[in-house]
């Protein structure tokens, strides 16, 4: 991977969930209510102040947006003003709340939870909103911050991490895409390594690892080797997605989360997005399913 550009018009206290389509690319700041959007061509970028704490951004299939929250999964338009509450697991436990959500090869939503409050508690889960549906099914638990979800090439494999255990757990998933018929540790990161955080895949079946208070991105291949390594000048590296013509071109989002003036002095692009190339072809984020119930709710 090289640099291609480095974004910096806004620097995130926690930048978050970038999705791209063939013009822009969005992301979140999952600590201060704001979706951000970057004209790919002309580089511009428009913020939009929220009146929730969004975690995470996904597309839908009508041309709509659906987003994880602090305060439960909504739907909303395409200018973020009209929100629709759809659910929220954790509304009976106060201490936990949703974190990151990606849409699944299927067009189901698939969200992680955490303990907010003991960040290395095994409270958090993985829960999967069915496109069309709208059911809502727990896949597994036991999760140190449920983070970092994506799927293998086939989509027969699910990758989550288990952000505070410092592992990447596979899946291999059942026939009814909603259960699993084994799971393994893929790999865990030493702790000197930061802890893992976002997730992407390739059409290769590479593994792209993005690592929390580790200033990197890593890629590791299916027998879980790691054969490249880029190293950012951002502390905390949150995520990554692919984009582009080709979809070989990657943008990481990063956070200043906690940062000080000594770290900003080594980490000097902590919070900013980074724009790189590739050796290679990633895959296209998915659209949520929409069912003509939530269409409806969205209109009303």
């Known amino acids: 991977m090289e640099f291609m550009s480095t974004h910096r018009q806004y620097r995130n206290v926690i930048g978050e969930s970038p999705i791209a389509d063939s013009t822009y690319i969005y992301w979140v700041d ?18 939009y102040n929220v009146e929730i704490p969004v975690t995470a951004i996904a597309f839908t299939d009508v041309g709509s947006f659906i987003l994880a929250s602090k305060q439960g999964i909504y739907l909303t338009d395409a200018t973020f003003q009209a929100l629709v509450f759809i659910c929220d697991p954790c509304k009976e436990e106060p201490d936990i709340r949703i974190n990151d959500a990606v849409v699944s090869p299927n067009g189901d939503l698939w969200f992680g939870t ?6 290395d508690k ?17 896949f597994d638990s036991g999760f140190s911050v449920a983070n970092g979800i994506t799927f293998s090439p086939d989509g027969l494999k699910a990758y989550i991490t288990n952000m505070f255990r410092g592992e990447i757990v596979e899946y291999i998933l059942a026939d009814d895409d909603v259960h699993f018929s084994s799971k393994r540790v893929f790999l865990t990161l030493d702790i000197d390594e930061g802890r893992p955080d976002g997730l992407s895949m390739d059409r290769q079946g590479n593994l792209y690892v993005c ?15 790691c054969i490249d390594r880029i190293i950012l000048p951002a502390t905390h590296v949150t995520r990554c997605t692919f984009y582009g013509p080709s979809l070989s071109q990657l ?17 000097p692009d902590s ?9 290679q072809q990633g895959i296209a984020d998915q659209h949520y399913k929409m069912s003509s119930f939530m269409y409806q709710m969205l209109k009303a």
Request: net charge negative; hydrophobic share 35%.
């Open 211 to 225: 690592h929390w208070n580790g200033n990197r991105v890593s890629v590791y291949d299916p027998s879980g080797a």
């Open 271 to 279: 919070g900013y997005v980074f724009l790189l190339d590739t050796d």
């Open 251 to 267: 943008v990481v989002t990063t956070g200043s989360y906690q940062c000080d003036e000594t770290s900003l002095s080594e980490f």
């Open 114 to 119: 955490m303990n907010d409050v003991v960040l």
């Open 30 to 47: 999952a600590e201060c209510c704001q979706i951000f959007r970057l004209n790919i061509f002309t580089q511009e970028t428009v913020r």
């Open 122 to 138: 095994p409270d958090g889960c993985i829960y999967i909103l069915k496109g069309k549906a709208g059911d809502v099914i727990k």
